[in-house]
């Protein structure tokens, strides 16, 4: 492909971009397509000679679109948004054209200086304090295994990396049920093994962890001779949007000289809106957080913010510096590879620094503020209805409800079968979760192009499906 001929795909693209946008709600927002149907349809070898593009985009529209579920559908309430604004797709599509490798500053000065200023950027806007700097990542996941590395060298006095966890005592950490399982994975891969990560019993409607029963299994393992190491706080957890409470969570780090992370992944985007801070009191006291702006910021996927009070402890925990990646860059540059487990990095700061500014934070911060009203209106309006019950209270715009037949022996077969006849027809898009071991229906709104109608059109899906099943059930 020559240059001329990029321009032109580029422009088509950049037209076929407006139109699957404007016509997106005409779609099904689930993909419709059966398993397997994708893998038939693609030649089982790769070609010998070249394929004209014209081609390879009738294929794409073809093949690959009936496969694709609509992430940026306005009716996407399934798990929580990936919202891709246009200018955060232009920033991607620069980067993809420059393609740098912003491992090190030397390797693309310019990657890392904004990834400075955009990390202060959101740390102003979501209001936290100042002692936080911070670094891109690409997932919570990733920041999350940050942490727990940092956590474990800090409990093994800087050792583990160097001699392994063979032979020591073993580490314990600490978080309740209702984080996401980016935490267990952090556990396993730090190697200290899913039974030594305690799930603290929960407690009140926030399912925030019982500070009681955290201090007694801390001071349990203590003197079991096992070695504590931190704790995982959750800010709107993935099910049903638990948050721990912040404050006694590090009052009691602080008691055992612990480390804190708190996930808030999806809601730490809302703290843009100084009125919903109360969910995180004290977030300041924490060693460190991670929230998405891939998420509800309308930053697109990949993108974490992971902010951190002491960087020189994660530094201490993920630096190697190798002789080929040495460089004769002036004192106190900042290699952000350091700061993350994988060397190469995206330049991901262009499309945060392109939303800031092509938005601003006050039209953020209204996009925030209608989706968790839509929600809870339409909250409202499901808990008015005769056979839904609402199981937990919005947190955000998130909430769970069920759907009750009073004769079904069996609520969690017919809530299943609910949500995946309501997904078969594709008009909205939602997903189940357990709440104390019943399987729940879960809702969240934070699409950046849905309007009020989009989140109220589902009670209108959620009211047929009822009367459909209703008429269906054997009396
Ligand atoms: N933490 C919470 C609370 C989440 O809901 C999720 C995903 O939805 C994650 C972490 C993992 O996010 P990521 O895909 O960025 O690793």
Redesign the pocket.
Known sequence: MDWPEFSRWGARISEWARVYHETIRSRPVRSQVASGDILKALPESPPKLGTDMEAIFTDFEEIVMPGITHWQHPRFFA??PANATPPSMLAEFLTSIIAPQCMLWQTSPAATEMETRMIDWLRQSVGLADDFSGVIQD????A?LAAVLTMRERALNWQGNEEGLSGKRPLRNYCSCE??T?VDRAIWIAGIGQENLIRVPTHGSTRAMDPNALDANIAEDIAAGLTPAGIVA?I???GTGACDNITEVCDIAEKYGLYVHV?A??AGAAMICSEFRGLWNDVDRANSVVF?P??WLGVQF?C?AHFVKEPDDLVRTLAINPEYLRTSDRDGVINYSEWSISLGRRFRALKIWFVLRVYGLDYLKTTIRNHVEWSQQLCEMIRAEPNFEIITEPVLSLFTFRFVLQNSSDLDSLNQSFVDRINDQGEIYITQTRVNGDLVIRFQAAQFEATRDDVLYALNVLREMSRSMITSEPN
């Open positions: 798990y929580f997932t919570a996941s990733t999350t984080v996401h980016s959750c709107g957890g993935t996930d992944a999806w998405n891939h998420k990949d974490s």
